[in-house]
Nanobody, 125 residues
């Protein structure tokens, strides 16, 4: 059974950092493009970052470039999202999702076939 499980969320002060993990089971992550999304209270789910199956190509939401970094370790079947200089606006539930295509670095929300249940990130003093 294909599963994605996010971890690493929590409470962090403004300006702090967190690293989220997305662990996959039931399938080989290398064959999938993986995206991170987030959904703040009262807002639509939005794309954060996307990485191709081989990790060569990445894509970010324009507003997050320079603060967030997506990476993957296919040997560990895990994708990461490093978040730095966090702001209160980054407070949201963060989800990872998989798209069964290897070399793309785009993650249209409606094309993501598999989703995790999310991990909550709260940025507050």
């Amino acid at each position: 059974q294909l599963q994605l499980v996010e971890s690493g969320g929590g409470l962090v002060q403004p300006g702090g950092s967190l690293r989220l993990s997305c662990a996959a089971s039931g399938f080989t992550l290398y064959s999938y493009t993986i995206g991170w999304f987030r959904q703040a209270p009262g807002k639509e789910r939005e794309g954060v970052a996307c990485i191709s199956g081989n990790g060569v190509r990445t894509n970010y939401a324009d507003s997050l470039k320079g603060r967030f970094t997506i990476s993957r370790d296919n040997a560990k079947n895990t994708v990461y999202l490093q978040m730095n200089s966090l702001k209160s606006d980054d407070t949201a539930v963060y989800y990872c999702a998989a798209r069964e295509i290897r070399y793309e670095s785009t993650c249209p929300r409606n094309d993501m076939g598999y989703w995790g249940k999310g991990t909550l990130v709260t940025v507050s003093s």
